[in-house]
């Protein structure tokens, strides 16, 4: 007898003139993927129709874009499926990157560990005046050695260091100096207008050019860090061969169902 469960579909997705919108939608989780999440989010991105010629990525609710991987999750690897974990985050990437079409992330309320690097793979990053950018991981003894080469090429090895080591959070405004996000807008009312305007502007431009210019961009982010990629991925996972991982993250939770 097969015990595995199916997860729901943690995305809704809507193709209108030319333009796929993908929705993260846990809202209750706020928006965290899980493994299985980070995979089907890979096939949408990797599946996209012929037709389709930008692709927006947002969060349902107000209170965030995406806060990571699923906490609860992360309290259950072990390093076996720690690397699973990683290799689907490697997969999902790897998506982003090689997709031949524009990705603008409309990013609202917190974008954190996973969420922020979605948002770093898309090519623009509309934000709203309350959105939060960091990189919690170490707060949880997981180092994020997954794809932040690409975080450090955006903000600078300070301020992702800063980041990293100590858990803090940005700003949309303090992200908008360090060059991470590309325009703030008031409200999720104004980002999706200038999405669509966006949009509008992306499609009138020739699909084949902005093909060729996305490979050329991305050979110039991927030649610095291919290879250490493979050496992160099992770095990070050794994180779960001890327990300490799982209980921070059970003390977290602790204090969350408490509060």
């Known amino acids: 007898m097969n015990n595995a469960k199916t997860l729901k579909s943690a995305f809704d997705i809507e193709v209108r003139e030319g333009v796929l919108t993908v929705w993260i939608n846990r809202p209750a989780s706020l928006n965290a993927l899980r493994s299985g999440d980070k995979l089907e989010l890979a096939t949408i991105i990797e599946g996209v129709a012929p037709d389709v010629r930008v692709i927006l990525i947002r969060g349902v609710g107000t209170r965030a874009f995406c806060a990571g991987a699923d906490i609860k999750e992360l309290a259950k690897h072990s390093v076996g499926s720690g690397v699973a974990s990683l290799s689907a985050e490697a997969r999902l990437f790897d998506a982003f990157l090689r997709c031949p079409l524009p990705i603008v992330a409309m990013v609202n309320g917190y974008a954190l560990g996973l969420g922020l690097i979605i948002a770093c793979v898309c090519d623009v990053i509309l934000a709203t005046e309350d959105a939060v ?127």
């Open 133 to 259: 950018f960091g990189m919690p991981e170490v707060r949880n003894s997981v180092p994020a050695g997954m794809q932040t080469q690409l975080l450090v090429d955006i903000i600078g090895l300070n301020r992702a260091r800063y980041l990293l080591y100590t858990g803090a959070q940005l700003s949309a405004a303090t992200a908008r100096e360090a060059g991470l996000v590309s325009e703030i807008l008031p409200d999720l009312d104004a980002i999706e207008a200038r999405a669509g305007e966006l949009a509008a502007t992306l499609k009138s431009l020739p699909k084949e050019g902005l093909a060729l210019q996305k490979r050329v961009v991305d050979s110039w982010i991927r030649n610095p860090f291919n290879a250490n990629i493979e050496g992160n991925l099992y770095l990070a996972a050794s994180a779960f061969g001890d327990a300490t991982p799982a209980n921070e993250i059970g003390r977290f939770l602790a204090k969350k169902s408490g509060s």
